[in-house]
């Protein structure tokens, strides 16, 4: 069931989304050549307690972690470890925050020192993709619209879609109803009203869009080695468009 949020329980995820922004922004200082994904994992998780929230992610259905950060060929889930970032490298670092009770979900997707115009186009082109969605986001839409937005503008740009992954309701629990997939046609699905928040979430890999999961069964990579790409922002339907409740500290 899709759920519309009371104006306390938009404060709220309004407060997560809040600090989730602060949280990237301490991040990026610390995403270079070197670092340990493990180690960017403590630093999110002390960080999010410190600013009061909660990474909903550690001990969701049994994740290990407090954050997902996923590297190069690998799509989401990533699971930190000891793994040093290198140069050229790119990673996703995906983050739920929990501010008492309510959740905010956020993904950005980072070049680490120089990275080649392969990597670069695909990460200019995803965020786009994100936006390119957001942009359907108005009460009388439907999520098929947001869907085939992310879908024709990955296809215009020669990136392979993931159909098996998708973006979701968001509230007191991470994913609730309705789910938002990447590819679909206009004027189909659910309707888009005033309250619904929604995780709007483009995963695009600059090769075929097959993927296959770990023996963690939790990371997820492409099948042909080629980087994927991810962005993320949690979105509140309003009166009149939409508020991103996730926004970039720039």
């Known amino acids: 069931?899709?759920?519309?949020?009371?104006?306390?329980?938009?404060?709220?995820?309004?407060?997560?989304?809040?600090?989730?922004?602060?949280?990237?922004?301490?991040?990026?200082?610390?995403?270079?050549?070197?670092i340990t994904t493990k180690e960017i994992d403590k630093l999110a998780h002390d960080f999010i307690i410190k600013e009061g929230g909660y990474p909903e992610c550690l001990g969701?259905?049994?994740?290990?972690?407090?954050?997902?950060?996923?590297?190069?060929?690998?799509?989401?889930?990533g699971i930190p470890n000891n793994r040093k970032l290198k140069n050229g490298d790119i990673i996703t670092l995906d983050i739920?925050?929990?501010?008492?009770?309510?959740?905010?979900?956020?993904?950005?997707?980072?070049?680490?020192?120089?990275?080649n115009p392969r990597k670069q186009y695909l990460m200019e082109h995803t965020e786009k993709a994100l936006y390119e969605g957001i942009k359907q986001v108005k009460p009388g839409n439907k999520i098929g619209d947001i869907s085939n937005a992310v879908e024709q503008y990955a296809i215009k740009h020669n990136l392979g879609v993931i159909r098996e992954l998708c973006g979701h309701g968001i509230g007191s629990d991470m994913h609730e109803d309705p789910d938002v997939p990447n590819f679909g046609k206009p004027n189909t699905g659910?309707?888009?009203?005033?309250?619904?928040?929604?995780?709007?979430?483009?995963?695009?890999?600059?090769g075929k869009r097959n993927i296959y999961i770990m023996d963690d069964d939790w990371t997820i990579n492409t099948v042909d080695g080629l980087p994927a790409a991810h962005y993320e922002h949690t979105i509140l339907v309003t009166k009149d468009g939409y508020e991103i409740l996730t926004p970039r500290s720039e």
């Open 1 to 34: 069931m899709i759920s519309i949020k009371s104006e306390k329980e938009i404060e709220l995820m309004r407060e997560a989304g809040i600090i989730m922004s602060k949280t990237f922004k301490y991040l990026e200082g610390y995403l270079k050549a070197g």
């Open 190 to 206: 659910p309707t888009l009203k005033e309250g619904m928040v929604i995780c709007i979430e483009p995963m695009l890999t600059s």
């Open 96 to 115: 739920v925050v929990n501010y008492k009770g309510y959740n905010a979900d956020a993904a950005w997707t980072y070049a680490i020192g120089d990275v």
């Open 60 to 77: 969701f259905e049994g994740y290990p972690a407090s954050i997902c950060t996923s590297v190069n060929d690998t799509v989401v889930h």
